[in-house]
Every structure is written in C-alpha cells, then in structure tokens.
C-alpha cells in the first residue's frame, strides 16, 4: 500500500503529463540511396540524371556522329518523389554544330532501352511527353531548301512505354 501511495505522490509532484521529445525537422535531402523507387541512374532528386554514369555509357555507346560530336542536350526530369516506376526518361544528343543531328536515348527502371530511331534526324524536338510517352517533331528538307529553313513536315512520332518495351505510331521523316 505504501508503495502505490509513493507512486500517487509521485505522479501529483510531477504532473500528469507525459514529457517526450520530437526531433526537428530538417530540410536536408535524404540519399538517392536512401529513397524509395530510385532506380539505377538516378540523382540530385531526378528519376534519370543525365551525368550518370548509365547516361554516360548509353551516350558512349552511340554511332559516331554524321558530323561533330554528341553531347547531352534537353533530359527528362522526373523527380524521384513522384516516383520512378514504369517512367519512360528520355535525354537528347546532338552534335551541337550549325544543323545538328540529334538521337533521342530512353531509358527505364534504370535500363537503357536504345534510341528512339537506328539513324539520327536533323531538326527533331521534343513536343510533348508524359510519363509513359514522349512526342518528336520532325522537319526536313526538300530539293534545295536552305538548311535554315525546312520545308519538309512537320510530322509526329509518338514512343511509348509499355513494360520494358517501346513502340512508335506514326511517320518517320524520310532518309536524305
């Protein structure tokens, strides 16, 4: 009996409230390592970061370029937090010389899946893309168009993701 009258004291000397510690907050980002759904190639929050070493292999694996060299131009940029499952992330090389040609590289779930066409185009964009698709424009030219200003197109390919596999639907510009 003495001891739960103690017991009683000691709840009315020290209140009745329970006194725990919640840690602050911080800001910091937590390692891609450390996140959920950040697959192979992924980086500063990005689903695909386009200085991976798995974008750097897949642009080191292009042909040769017709003229120039390839470098990185215009990469999807998903963020890990919306999730990177079933993501097609796309990155464009191009040569960066007056009329480059451009390669469109995809990739998936941390895998380079290959380019979009076996043959780079001149004057491709990219027009549209959703998590499963991405949407190029091409343009061409025709007899003696000046290279500033093609006349051929504009025509729309559409690529996408189902699985591990994508498809294309509709016309591919023609070959010079």
């Not at 006194?19 to 192979?40: C, F, G, K, L, W």
């Not at 499952?85 to 990739?107: C, E, I, R």
């Amino acid at each position: 009996m003495a001891g739960v009258l103690l017991a009683a004291l000691a709840v009315i000397a020290t209140g009745c409230t329970a006194t725990t510690s919640t840690p602050a907050a911080t800001s910091a980002p937590v390692p891609v390592a450390e996140q959920r759904d950040a697959p192979n190639g992924s980086a500063n929050g990005r689903c695909f970061d386009p200085n991976s070493a798995l974008a750097q292999a897949a642009l080191a694996r292009l042909p040769a370029a017709p003229v120039g060299t390839w470098s990185v131009g215009e990469t999807s940029n998903d963020p890990i937090s919306g999730g990177c499952d079933g993501l097609l992330s796309w990155m464009m090389a191009d040569t960066k010389t007056n009329h480059p040609y451009t390669q469109v590289l995809l990739f998936t779930g941390g895998t380079y899946l290959g380019t979009a066409t076996a043959d780079p185009y001149m004057f491709t964009m990219l027009t549209a893309h959703t998590r499963t698709s991405i949407s190029l424009t091409y343009h061409w030219t025709v007899g003696n168009d000046p290279m500033c200003c093609p006349q051929g197109g504009p025509s729309t390919v559409t690529f996408t993701l189902n699985g591990t596999t994508v498809t294309a639907k509709g016309q591919f510009p023609p070959h010079a």
